[in-house]
């Protein structure tokens, strides 16, 4: 058994082909992100990367939580489900390089070479808070 089949099946998951994973998503691909077991950007696309206000260089190696608003999300919990399930859908509020938030609805697998992609479409932009005077 390979290394990402034992993976896979020590956290009771089923393998799936890369080519079937898609079929799931009722998603469009209008940004997408990679991440580690660590929450570590790998990947974006060009168009994710403009969606946060961030370079690519500036994102690869940051973890996603940086970029989820305060307190909208309990990223722990929510990724050691993640893990367990091996895929999870939803919304979740961004937040821009500005501080605007960014609301959007996504897709995301453990693929067979146990990294986590995610596919995410535009729901609304919400404008930065303002600071205290």
């Not at 290394?3 to 393998?15: P, T």
């Not at 990367?49 to 370079?55: A, S, T």
């Not at 305060?70 to 893990?83: A, K, M, Q, S, V």
């Not at 067979?112 to 995410?120: A, F």
Request: proline content about 3%; overall charge negative.
């Amino acid at each position: 058994m390979h290394h990402r089949e034992s993976w896979f099946a020590a956290k009771g998951l089923r393998l799936e082909l890369e080519e079937e994973i898609p079929t799931r998503s009722q998603i469009r691909a209008d940004y997408t992100t990679v991440v580690d077991c660590e929450r570590r950007y790998i990947n974006v696309s060009d168009s994710f990367c403009e969606l946060v206000g961030y370079k690519r260089e500036e994102l690869l190696g940051k973890k996603y939580d940086e970029l989820t608003a305060p307190e909208t999300n309990d990223i722990h919990t929510i990724f050691r489900l993640f893990i367990r399930d091996g895929y999870m859908h939803g919304l979740w509020m961004l937040v821009h390089r500005t501080g605007a938030r960014i609301l959007v609805r996504y897709d995301s697998w453990v693929r067979p070479d146990c990294l986590i992609q995610s596919n995410m479409e535009l729901v609304t932009l919400l404008a930065a808070a303002s600071s205290p005077a």
